[in-house]
């Protein structure tokens, strides 16, 4: 497979016969990998696009939030999944202090808020409209949240505003911060065998779609502003009124060495760009049909040639 | 009891510390009492008074350390070349990274056929089967190479701890200064929450297998330089004697005498440094360790449980086979061979180790999955571990049995407790703590206790660090009703206590981590799970020292009981649990101990303490209050072990044990 695919970028590379450009650097490029399912196959599928184009690649686990002080220092050399709502403070963060850049946005947008499996419905009918959740309330109720209902935020340094949002609205409810992904599937896992109704953070692309379907809530539009204007919203006078833009970013980030030290495999990576479905195939792959990451990525790319040839044939 | 022998040694200077403890308590108590009317000063310190000890470390990390001393180029040259290369020989030995000397991956076949023989000399044919075993199990399970990546990095981390450690423990045994300075440190590493060491582990090493090598050796060093020194000063004179009369010189004198006078305790160390190194292979993933680690919190993150769980039992069998096989060697004393022995003889098993090496090296040239077993050809389980770990979860009984505890814990224990101690006051709940730390250990220990809190109250951080404290003390309380009794039963019979002891082992290695789905899917994101990870966590050395406490009980002690009619019960109150009790009470502290360790992992089920404040910090910006957030840890982990070991020393020496 790799043997195929260096032949076929030779082949590219003689057919277009423009092969003069500064070659890229020996030196691997390292690209990071996190501990979800997409983010690692599309590093894998982006490895091997630069595998095949001659450059040597080599990945590094690391944690999703401290890896942008690694991008800065070019102790790797790009992250292909910063999304908006997660990684944006940490990302701006790192942007403030230098070092690292905006690669461009993938076609994929991204979009985070309360989220039910479908089996909620049956208990609360009138969802997905927000209106719903405080005559529903006390079917979300626990132990320790009394008669009021519970709703399982995400961490707390992802930034949900969870509780101001559940204030604002009058929701009658208690807002819990989990304290990491898998603590939030464990809630939705646990619920799912009796069919307990369970409201929680999500988001998409996400792998578990494909495991627990389910729906969004649907709160006030976003407005931009929301989040500094009290006067945006239905509450006029707090903040967090509205459900969270339902189409975030979805960017890449690259080190400020990467252009010169790699230009080709930079420019491929300046025109990378995945859509929601393609993302979700990806996952899927390993969630679904349990293939190893780099299996995944080889499968993907060699269902997806006409998508990831043209980044390649445009850089060379 | 304490009190007796408190009040031995105190009264010569004044006042007992059992007094000055009450005399302390009662202040504590009218302070609270007192609380509706105190001025909020008293309260609660006000910011304005708090110091700003996390900016003043940023600058001292930012411009001193980074800036002007340039210590970052220093270690990021150690990292990129030397650690570097070394990890890099062994990843291409191991997994077969492309790097030199580009010879690997050593067919897994191999690499068991060698543990197999490894183990036969040092233990016999059980350790034989354990070491192959364990290998053969990760090969068929289809994780050789993710174990071999995370193997590769401890085979760099471990023999450097070693070596740096053993060099630090001569130094300290040598010059007493250098004791005195090290002494402090190494209680502080002990006790700082692992958050704490990755943060800087990237800045100055690099995230990846450089940086995650360098936190595993960090945190693995510190026993290994204890019993270093243990081991060279209880070196008898005599020995020291015949070294000198033989006319060694100084270098001879450390390295033909006293070190191999220390033995046992050095290879004690090295067995500390091996466990210690494989507790943190899934902490380390969050910077840059590859392998078994990283791929158990990948498959977390996608909620396969099955997978996860086959990941633990891996890091277990590895874990117990290293221990096994360093304990073995402990006791296993060195061969000598009569004069005249044939040389090959002499090395039987280093020639047998070579043979099957390159017999399955052979091999796997020509049968593949002598050389590696491929995807779809493994025995991985995970779906069927999956539905019957749900499965299991989805019983009602179960659903019903949780669900009860659930509430009745919540509600009637852990939230009014955790409110109480919130309720108290700064200063009120200080003195509680020191008159606590004066009764057990005396005052020495008050005076750090009442020394470290005041930190903590000043760091800005006190409610997070109450909540903290109320996790531990829960815990700990809940496990005593769970260890104790465990131990005391186990120790009545040696089967039992073997299988125990066994399954403490089991418990201890398994990666905390794994723990913390099935805490959340029995009791949902709240303190109950919370405390329940713990739980497990701290039953275990409070188990295995109540078994060893009362199975070393002199056996003289028991017979008088026997002999003047002591019924069962009173034998066990009377007289073998107070004997047991200085040995038990260090079960007690390392309970302490790992519930501090625990709950800053318990960050990840979702809590409102300081490891939550320390999880926001890893976004890699904030060096200053992810220290001082780590220091809050191990200064309040420290005022408990000195308190504690204190007693448990004073205990000793009450009943002539010591």
Known sequence: ?316 | MADVTADIEDTKNGLSSTRVAQILLVAAVLLAAARPVLPEFMIRVPEAWIPPFAQWLDYFFNVIVIEKLKIAVLTRWFAEGPLEFMLNTMANLLEGKRRWPFLGPVPWTAVAAVAAVVGYYLGGWRMAALAGGTFIWTALIGQWKIAMQTMSVLSVAAPLAFFTGLLLGITAWKWELVNRIIKPVLSVLQTLPFFTYLLPAVIFFKVGPTAGAVATIVYAIPPMILMTTLGLKKVSPEVVEAGKMAGCTRWQMLTRVYLPAARTEILVGVNQVIMLCLAMVVLTAFIGMPGLGAKLLAMMGSFKLGRSFEIGVTIVLLAVMLDRLSKAWVVKLPEHHEKGTPWWKEHVVLLTAIGAFVVFLALAQFVQVFDHIGRKQDFSRGKEIDTAIKGFLAIDTVQAFTGWWRWFLNVWILIPFRNGLLWIPTPAFILGIVAFSCWLGGKRPAIYAALFFSLVALSGWWDRSVITLYAVISAVILSMFIGLPLGILASRNERWSRRILLACDTAQTFPSFIYLIPAIMLFGVNDVAVIFSIVIFTTVPLTRYTIEGLRTVPPEMTEAADMSGATKRQKLLTVQLPLALPTMAVGFNQAIMFAFFMVIIAAFIGTQDLGQELQRTLAGTDLGKNFVLGICVSLMALSFDLTILSWAERRKRALGLA
């Open chain 1, 1 to 316: 497979m790799k043997l195929k695919l260096t032949l076929s970028a030779a082949a590219i590379a003689l057919a277009t016969g423009t092969a003069v450009h500064a070659a890229d650097s020996d030196d691997p490029i390292v690209i990071p990998i996190h501990n979800w399912s997409s983010q690692i196959v599309m590093s894998h599928v982006v490895g091997q696009i630069f595998e095949s184009m001659g450059n040597n690649v080599e990945f590094v686990t690391t944690d999703s939030q401290a890896v942008y002080e690694s991008v800065r220092l070019g102790d790797v050399a790009l992250e292909l999944e910063v999304w908006e709502g997660a990684f944006g403070a940490s990302f701006r963060a790192a942007l403030e202090k230098g070092g690292l850049h905006d690669a461009g946005d993938h076609d994929a947008v991204t979009r985070e808020d309360w989220w039910y499996p479908m089996w909620t419905k049956d208990a609360c009918p009138g969802l997905p409209d927000w209106e719903a959740l405080n005559d529903c309330a006390a079917v979300f109720a626990t132990p320790e949240t009394g008669d009021k209902g519970r709703y399982l935020d995400g961490p707390v340094d992802w930034l949900k505003h969870g509780a101001e949002r559940a204030e604002a609205l009058g929701l009658n409810f208690t807002v819990i911060n989990a304290g990491s992904a898998a603590a939030l599937w464990a809630e939705i896992g646990a619920a799912e065998a009796d069919k307990k109704p369970v409201l929680v953070f999500n988001w998409t692309p996400n792998f578990a779609e494909a495991v627990w379907p389910g729906e969004f809530v649907n709160f006030p539009k976003w407005e931009d502003g929301c989040d500094k204007d009290p006067a945006k919203g239905p509450n006029p006078d707090a903040l967090y009124d509205c459900g969270n833009p339902a189409t975030g970013y979805l960017k890449k980030a690259a080190w400020d060495g990467m252009g010169d030290k790699w230009p080709t495999a930079y420019k491929v990576l300046q025109a990378i760009s995945f859509t929601n479905p393609q993302i979700a195939e990806m996952a899927k792959f390993v969630d679904v049909d349990e293939m190893e990451p780099e299996e995944a990525a080889e499968a993907w790319l060699e269902a997806n040639e006409a998508v990831w040839k043209p980044w390649v044939e445009a850089a060379m």
